[in-house]
């Protein structure tokens, strides 16, 4: 199930742990250094299913 995110700074560092799980290229702007950078450039990337599911999986890991 598709899980709404809001754009803290816990998840835009999710949402980059996400992509580089799944083999995406991650820019040379690290969430946690530049965190308004990275969610400016990446944000629109939550909105893939597989990368949200993914999100969700590494949520439910660290819990």
Do not use: C, P
């Not at 742990?17 to 250094?33: N, T």
């Amino acid at each position: 199930m598709f899980k709404k995110y809001k754009a803290t700074r816990e998840n835009v560092i999710l949402l980059e742990k996400a992509m580089k799980a799944l083999g995406y290229e991650v820019e040379k702007v690290k969430a946690e250094k530049d965190y308004k950078a990275f969610k400016d450039s990446n944000w629109h990337n939550m909105f893939s299913t597989t990368i949200n599911d993914k999100m969700q999986e590494l949520e439910k890991a660290n819990n």
